[in-house]
């Protein structure tokens, strides 16, 4: 592993710089505010059958943990982009990826990435995520980061390949026991709890679980393990285990519960097209379940928007984020967990952070109105980031999921997509909507596409978008400024 650079007591200044003006690219929150985009700082959006939560108490030192499959290890990262840790954010001493290595879980160092440690990876977006968490502090919450109360730890639980089977525990609530995935997590979190626990014994601090990133659902996708229900239980199930059986043993002064936060898998035709999963998304669908059903879960983006490695000569689907999309896919997550905190901190019920539809309603014999969840700015289509798709990804469905066709020799019953209000798409048809028209989709991916592929330029994806990004924006690592949009999840609504 490459040596760490960079301490709380040796920061290199115009690179803090560089990543803290990557958060808005007007001056905070204020201007923020006077451009309509108070959702950086406020309210959004909430679940409405969502309870009040908790309100969360920060402590010194919070763990940000990533977990899942291949993404969250960083698998097509290589090679590590940050290679320097420019606050006081940590990792464990054999980095971010420690596997169940009891040497590499021996002390804290400063957080960075690198292409070591045990996996395939590379970049994993740990250090975007605590860093970019710091950067929005600083810019949203005008609190300068030495002023900060709370600093960061992060490392990644995940595993590449497994099903979400493989990280269960067992059902029965006293028995902290699991598969293997969840023994080999429960192991990594008790070696951080007991480093951050001596830190805070020595200097006084306190320490917390904030947050769990979860990146997987490509080994479920095949069809051979998960149905969307199970799926969906599951991962409400994981949660909640997270909660009460890891949590609240290792961290019994903490009486909130950890945010848990989805980064959308959106690679289903990536199997190609003799796949159950093409143009079947039935995991990323279970994914939006388990988040709109939860008061706990929360989407953060779909994964479309982002490049993916090219590994056809390794004879692999196309699955994986590049380094820079893993990078960029950290900071995404900091975002949201600073919406998430603001709201905690309020005693309020989560908001959704994520662009998503909310309902369909027919407005004519030709017209259907299709209402969003906008977290901030306006609705907007747009082809110049991710590629053009049928429909700007929106089909009509029955009630099995099928498409419903003009005739025999059209399946697509859709004639054009235009936006007719701020949170609202109008879909014009070609004929008189059919009886069997149940639902609107979105995102599953066009037929005609047969491309084995992912990601913004191929594959199943929409070309709806908020206009968050035209004031918050990411700093790639060769200098280039990326908006920091919200795109439409994959998902699908009932049609009324």
């Known amino acids: 592993m490459k040596k760490p650079s960079g301490s709380s007591h040796d920061i290199d200044e115009p690179r803090r710089a ?3 003006d990557g958060a808005l690219i007007a001056a905070g929150a204020a201007l923020a505010e006077a451009f309509g985009l108070s959702w950086l700082a406020g309210a959004t959006a909430r679940a409405a059958e969502a309870p009040p939560l908790e309100t969360i108490v920060r402590a010194r030192r919070e763990l940000i943990l990533f977990h899942g499959q291949s993404n969250a290890v960083g698998t097509g990262g290589t090679p590590a982009l940050t290679l320097q840790q420019i606050y006081a954010n940590v990792t464990f001493n054999g980095g971010v990826r420690p596997g169940t290595d009891a040497a590499a879980m021996t002390s804290l160092v400063p957080l960075v990435e690198s292409d070591g440690g045990h996996g395939t990876g590379g970049e994993v977006g740990t250090n975007a995520c605590a860093d970019g968490l710091v950067a929005y502090t600083e810019t949203i919450d005008r609190v300068p980061w030495r002023a900060q109360y709370s600093r960061y730890s992060a490392f990644t639980g995940a595993e590449g390949g497994r099903p979400i089977g493989y ?25 951080m709890f007991s480093l ?16 769990t ?6 080994t479920d996708s095949t069809g051979l393990s998960e149905t969307r229900a199970s799926y969906r239980s599951k991962l409400v199930a994981l949660e909640r285990a997270h909660w009460l059986k890891i949590c609240q043993v290792e961290l019994p002064e903490q009486s909130w519960r950890p945010l848990w936060i989805v980064a959308q898998v959106c690679s289903h035709n990536s199997y190609g097209t003799s796949s159950m999963a093409f143009c079947n998304p039935f995991i990323a669908l279970a994914q939006r379940d388990a988040c709109l059903g939860s008061p706990y879960l929360r989407m953060v983006n779909p994964q479309y928007i982002f490049d993916y490695a090219d590994e056809a000569a390794l004879k692999h689907p196309m699955l994986h984020l590049t380094n820079e999309s893993h990078r960029w896919q950290g900071r995404y997550f900091a975002r949201a967990i600073l919406q998430l905190i603001h709201d905690r901190m309020a005693g309020v019920p ?10 369909a ?3 004519g014999a030709r017209d259907i109105d299709v209402v969003f969840n906008v977290p901030g700015g306006v609705l907007t289509i747009d082809t110049r980031w991710v590629a053009a798709t049928r429909n700007a990804g929106f089909d009509i469905r029955d009630a099995r999921g099928a498409l419903v066709p003009v005739d025999a020799t059209d399946d697509n019953l ?5 936006v007719v209000g701020n949170d609202t798409l109008r879909l014009r048809l070609k004929a008189d909507l059919p009886v069997a028209a149940q639902k609107i989709s979105l995102g599953w991916g066009d037929p005609a596409e047969i491309h084995a592929v992912a990601g913004r330029h191929g594959g199943p994806r929409t070309n709806i978008r908020d206009t968050a990004g035209d004031l918050d924006t990411y700093v790639a690592s060769d200098g280039s400024t990326r908006p920091m949009h919200n795109y ?3 998902g699908d609504v009932a049609l009324t």
Request: proline letters at 3%; glycine letters at 12%.
């Open 18 to 20: 560089f990543v803290r």
């Open 167 to 191: 990280f269960a525990t067992f059902l029965d609530d006293t028995n902290p026991g699991g598969y293997q995935g969840w023994l080999n997590n429960q192991l990594r979190l008790r070696a």
């Open 196 to 211: 951050m626990r001596a830190e805070a014994q020595r200097d006084g601090g306190s320490i917390g679980w904030l947050a």
């Open 213 to 218: 990133t979860w990146q997987q659902g490509e």
């Open 350 to 359: 989560l908001r959704h952070p994520a662009l998503d539809m909310i309902s």
């Open 361 to 363: 309603r027919r407005v």
């Open 414 to 418: 859709v004639a054009g997509v235009r």
């Open 488 to 490: 439409a999840l994959v």
